[in-house]
T-cell receptor, first 114, second 113 residues
Framework: KQEVTQIPAALSVPEGENLVLNCSFTDSAIYNLQWFRQDPGKGLTSLLL?????REQTSGRLNASLDKSSGRSTLYIAASQPGDSATYLC?????????????FGTGTLLAVQP | NAGVTQTPKFRVLKTGQSMTLLCAQD?????MYWYRQDPGMGLRLIHYSVGEGTTAKGEVPDGYNVSRLKKQNFLLGLESAAPSQTSVYFC????????????FGPGTRLLVL
C-alpha cells in the first residue's frame, strides 16, 4: 500500500532563508508527484507537477525534485517570504484502478517570520 | 472561468440529518473527485467519477452517496449524518486520470453535532 510521509510536520524560518521540504513515498510505481499549497480555510493550489520520467520542475522561486528509485521528493523554496506561509502538501499519482488516485501526505506547515 | 466551486461553504448538522454538497466545474473535465480532510490524516478519497453518469468508490465511501447526472456537477450526499463525518470536504476535477493535475474547490466545512 502506497504511503506518503512529509517531514517536518511544521517549520518556522526567518524571511529570506532558503528552505527544503521533504516528501517520501513507499512505492515507486507512480505516474507523477505533485506539490500543493493550502492556505488556511482554502482549497489546494497546485504548485509543481513532476512526471515520473522527470527529475525536477521549477517555477519561480520553487524547485521540486523527484528521485523515484529512492522514493523521495524535495521542494526547495528560495529567498522565503512571509507570503509563503501555508501548508505544503505532497501527493503521488499511484498506479492502479480506474482513477490512478492521488495519495496525499499530511503536509508541512510553514511559517516565514518577517 | 470559475474553476471548481462548492456549495455550501459551511454547514452545521445534527446527527441523523441529511444533506447534499454540490460541486461544479466549468473546465469540461471528465474526472471528478470528492475528498475529506481530517487533522493528521491528509486528504482521503471518498468517491470519484470518470464521466457523466458514472460513479465509483474511493478509500472511505461508507456513509456517503454520489451522483453525476451532468458532466459539470458532482453531488455528495450524506443520508444520515454522524459526528465522525465532521470534516472539511474538497471536490476536485481533472481532464485525465494520469498525467494532469487535479483542480480543487475551496472546500465545505461540515460540523455534525
Amino acid at each position: 500500500k502506497q504511503e506518503v510521509t512529509q517531514i517536518p510536520a511544521a517549520l518556522s524560518v526567518p524571511e529570506g532563508e532558503n528552505l527544503v521540504l521533504n516528501c517520501s513515498f513507499t512505492d515507486s510505481a507512480i505516474y507523477n508527484l505533485q506539490w500543493f499549497r493550502q492556505d488556511p480555510g482554502k482549497g489546494l493550489t497546485s504548485l509543481l507537477l513532476i512526471q515520473s520520467s522527470q527529475r525536477e520542475q521549477t517555477s519561480g522561486r520553487l524547485n521540486a525534485s523527484l528521485d523515484k528509485s529512492s522514493g523521495r521528493s524535495t521542494l526547495y523554496i528560495a529567498a522565503s517570504q512571509p507570503g509563503d506561509s501555508a501548508t505544503y502538501l505532497c501527493a503521488v499519482r499511484a498506479y492502479g484502478g480506474a482513477t490512478n488516485k492521488l495519495i496525499f501526505g499530511t503536509g508541512t506547515l510553514l511559517a516565514v517570520q518577517p | 472561468n470559475a474553476g471548481v466551486t462548492q456549495t455550501p461553504k459551511f454547514r452545521v448538522l445534527k446527527t441523523g440529518q441529511s444533506m447534499t454538497l454540490l460541486c461544479a466545474q466549468d473546465m469540461n473535465h471528465e474526472y471528478m473527485y470528492w475528498y475529506r480532510q481530517d487533522p493528521g490524516m491528509g486528504l482521503r478519497l471518498i468517491h470519484y467519477s470518470v464521466g457523466e453518469g458514472t460513479t465509483a468508490k474511493g478509500e472511505v465511501p461508507d456513509g456517503y452517496n454520489v451522483s453525476r447526472l451532468k458532466k459539470q456537477n458532482f453531488l455528495l450526499g450524506l443520508e444520515s449524518a454522524a459526528p465522525s463525518q465532521t470534516s472539511v470536504y474538497f471536490c476536485a476535477s481533472s481532464r485525465d486520470s494520469r498525467q494532469e493535475t487535479q483542480y480543487f474547490g475551496p472546500g465545505t466545512r461540515l460540523l455534525v453535532l
